[in-house]
Structure formats: structure tokens, C-alpha cells
């Protein structure tokens, strides 16, 4: 059968990543997929450069002449006409690895509009998007094909919309950035502060040179929100996610967490209850004896929590051009395997029938529930531990450990850790407000949640 036509918008790390890892195995993805699949059109802002990474792909590859050979096809036409591709009628899916959010929805609109299917990495555009996309896709019968935007090469969305299809899913909790994981892991074992680590992710080549959407917590809330819809088959609702980045953790928190037994991570948490949805971005403490606390560096993790099978937990790269390459090939997969189904028999965008989402409400972070470390800057006289511990007794708030600083000599004031047991946030914070008023306490009291999973 002749091979089923893709065109990339972008031949960037992602771009590039999927040329290459489609061509060096060309043959089996013909096995698997029943049908080659190729790369017919590339459509990029400076052909002459795009057309130079290719040469170099081609070159490289060891056995191009044996892949052309098994249907990697002829070479692609290299142009700047992005929206000539996203019309062309020899064009089967679009692939877009532009990112952003405003030239990237009018372009994967337009493929869905002209018929193709769409496999993308943006989980920025799906996250805002998301909702628009999957509902012109569903109108066109098209396939919108998204693995690549969560958690890079773990196929946590085939696990999620397939995988546990059985399950009550509960939650989920993931390390889902991996800048801010390698600044953390960089933080805890050399001892630096947060503006040093960044500057080493930087000089690596993890953080991009404007961090902001990686440090601050946004980009982790845009694979959380898409992996939260498909859990619980919710809307995508990205604007109600409460997000805190890593751009202001202390690094004296990280010890005094170890200390505790903890390691402090980025994690991306969403869980239903009865009330609603929590879908959160923030550090959180995670007892170091757990799988989780132990993914360092640029790795990522995703433990999800279903009802029939307990906890499980993926592991891998979520970035890079090959691990991404593999998420985004994965999905061309699927897309040539399910061309010519019938689409109400296609596994629907978000898991769910898109007449069955739920409209259970995203909870306000006051209605959260968490245990909690407060570090707290209080004066070296009696009677603080009791004042403090008795307010948060008034509330109902169980203290679960408790460690004291020695002051140091004249200083006259010391750190006080308290871990306390779960609680729900909008009680905790009143009784933060008093403790904050007592003139025995220093400085507002650092707050973060943890999580035993
Ligand atoms: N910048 C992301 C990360 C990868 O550091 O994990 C792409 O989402």
C-alpha cells in the first residue's frame, strides 16, 4: 500500500527529532503501522536551514540507502508556506511542532478544517485550546494526536486514555518539568541557591533562555491539566489550575526537608474527590523512601492511582528530540492504523465520549486538602511552641512532627519546622493569620505541602 503522507510544521528539536527517528526505522514502523508512513512536505520559517538539518539526517543515517529502500519515500519539499501545507490535498496529517499558541491554533485549525488528522507536541496550544480543537476535530471526523505533549517519551496518555481504561482513576502525581526537576536535584545535592542551579540548567542546555513558563510552574499545569481531563473526563480547564513555580524556594527548606525525611519536588498533582477536582502545580515535600522523590535531574514520573489496580508509576525522559520524536512517531501510528476506521469507533480525543464529560468544578486552592510544612522564624522565649500549637489545635490542626533550630548565640531567634497532619487549606491559612500576628513570630511563615502519595 503507498504510504500514508505527513507534513511537519517545524523542523526544530522536535521536527528534526521525528524526521529522524521515522526514516532509521522506517521498516519496522511499515511492519506495526500496515503502511509506510512519510514525511511528503516540511514547512518552516528559513527553508535553507531546515534543508541543511535534513542533508544532515540523511547523511548520518547509517543505512539511508536501506530505509529509502522499506518506504522512507523521496525527500520532502522544503518551503516557507505554512499554510500551503496545512491545504495541501496529498497531505494526510499535519504534524505541528511550531509551539505557541496563536499561529499554531490558526494553522492546526485549518488542517482539521481541510480533513487531515493533527499530531502535536504543543501542550501549551491544547491546554488554552484544547476544548476548540477537540471539538473541530470531532465535527471533521479527524484525529488529533497529542502523546508527545505530556511527559515527552512516557506514553502516559496511552496508559491513561487506554492503558487503565477500567479504572476509577483517583489521582494522579507527576514530576512533569524537567528543568525544574534538574534545578531541584542540582539545589539538594550541591547545596545551591535557586538563581545558581537555573544558571547551570541554562548553561546545559535544559532551561531555555527565557525559563519563565518552566520555573514558574506553567508548563508542568499544561501536561497536569490535559493528563486531569482525561482522568476524570473533565473539560480541559487550564485556567483554573493553581500553579507556584520553584523560582522562589528557599534553599534552606530543601535541608531542613531532608532532615524531616523528605525530598521537596515540582509536582503536578490532580485528585477527584466528592466536592471536585484539585489540579495543583507546586513544590511539594514527598518522603525520600519513595520511588518518586528518587527521579533526579531532567527525568520525569507520573504515578497515577486507579481504583482496580492501585498505584502505578511511569518513568522516563520527557524532553529531547529523540524521547519526544518517540511520542509524536508513536501517534503516527495510531493515526495510519485508525485513517480509515470509522471514527465513532476511534478512542474519543479526552477518553470520554465528548457528550459524557462531567462538569465536577475544579476546587479553589482554599478547598484543597494536604498535610503542610511551615518554617517559621519565631523568637527564642517560652511559651511560643505552646501559643502556636495551640492555634493550630484550635482549628483542628494535628501536628505530625516538629523540629527546633538551635539559636545561635545572641541572636535570640530561631527556626521552627512543623509538619502537620492533612487539613484543609482555607483552615490552615486562618490559623496562619493568627500565628502570624503573634509578636513572637518573625517573618510570615513559609508554607509548602506534602504529599505521601
Ligand atoms: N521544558 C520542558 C521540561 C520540556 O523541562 O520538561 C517540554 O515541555
Do not use: C
Not at 518539568?177 to 539545589?187: A, K, P, R
Not at 486507579?306 to 498505584?311: F, I, L, T
Not at 502537620?420 to 493569620?433: D, F, I, P, S
Amino acid at each position: 500500500m503507498e504510504s500514508i503522507k505527513a507534513g511537519l510544521l517545524g523542523f526544530g528539536t522536535v521536527g528534526g527529532g521525528t524526521y529522524s527517528v521515522l526514516r532509521r526505522n522506517q521498516e519496522e514502523i511499515k511492519r506495526r503501522a500496515g503502511r509506510g508512513i512519510e514525511v511528503a512536505r516540511i514547512a518552516v520559517r528559513t527553508p535553507a536551514k531546515a534543508q541543511a538539518a535534513l542533508s544532515a539526517i540523511v547523511t548520518q543515517e547509517a543505512g539511508a540507502e536501506t530505509a529509502l529502500a522499506a518506504g522512507a519515500g523521496s525527500l520532502p519539499l522544503i518551503d516557507s508556506d505554512f499554510d500551503a501545507l496545512v491545504r495541501d490535498p496529498a497531505i494526510d496529517i499535519v504534524i505541528e511542532t511550531i509551539g505557541g499558541t496563536d499561529r499554531a491554533r490558526e494553522l492546526v485549525l485549518a488542517a482539521i478544517a481541510h480533513g487531515k488528522h493533527v499530531v502535536t507536541a504543543n501542550k501549551a496550544l491544547l491546554a488554552v485550546h484544547g476544548m476548540e480543537i477537540f471539538q473541530a476535530a470531532h465535527s471533521k471526523g479527524v484525529m488529533v494526536a497529542f502523546e508527545a505533549a505530556v511527559a515527552g517519551g512516557i506514553p502516559i496518555i496511552k496508559a491513561l486514555r487506554e492503558g487503565l481504561t477500567a479504572n476509577r482513576i483517583t489521582w494522579i502525581a507527576g514530576i512533569i518539568n524537567g528543568t525544574t526537576n534538574f534545578i531541584l536535584s542540582e539545589m539538594r545535592d550541591k547545596g545551591l541557591d535557586f538563581a545558581t542551579a537555573l544558571a547551570d540548567a541554562q548553561r546545559l542546555g535544559y532551561a531555555e533562555a527565557d525559563p519563565t513558563f518552566d520555573v514558574e510552574g506553567v508548563d508542568a499545569a499544561h501536561k497536569l491539566t490535559l493528563m486531569s481531563a482525561i482522568a476524570f473526563g473533565v473539560p480541559i480547564q487550564f485556567d483554573r489550575a493553581h500553579i507556584e513555580g520553584i523560582s522562589k524556594l528557599d534553599a534552606i527548606d530543601i535541608k531542613y526537608a531532608e532532615q524531616l525525611g523528605y525530598r521537596i519536588k515540582l509536582l503536578g498533582i490532580t485528585r477527584r474527590s466528592a466536592k471536585g477536582i484539585e489540579l495543583r502545580v507546586h513544590p511539594t515535600l514527598v518522603p525520600s523512601s519513595m520511588l518518586i522523590a528518587n527521579v533526579e535531574g531532567a527525568m520525569n514520573a507520573v504515578a497515577v492511582n486507579g481504583d482496580a489496580v492501585g498505584m502505578t508509576l511511569y518513568y522516563g525522559k520527557g524532553a529531547g528530540a529523540e524521547p519526544t520524536a518517540s511520542a509524536v512517531v508513536a501517534d503516527l501510528v495510531d493515526v495510519t492504523r485508525l485513517h480509515t476506521a470509522d471514527p465513532e469507533h476511534r478512542t474519543p480525543h479526552l477518553a470520554f465520549q465528548p457528550d459524557q464529560l462531567s462538569d465536577l468544578p475544579v476546587l479553589p486552592i482554599d478547598q484543597i486538602t494536604s498535610a503542610y510544612y511551615l518554617r517559621l522564624r519565631v523568637a527564642d522565649e517560652p511559651g511560643v511552641l505552646a501559643a502556636i500549637a495551640s492555634l493550630l489545635a484550635d482549628r483542628g490542626i494535628s501536628v505530625d512532627a516538629l523540629i527546633q533550630k538551635e539559636s545561635r548565640e545572641g541572636e535570640g531567634e530561631t527556626d521552627l519546622i512543623v509538619l502537620t497532619h492533612g487539613t484543609v487549606e482555607g483552615n490552615l491559612r486562618q490559623a496562619l493569620a493568627k500565628i502570624e500576628a503573634l509578636s513572637s513570630v518573625k517573618s510570615p511563615v513559609s508554607l509548602l505541602r506534602t504529599e505521601n502519595l
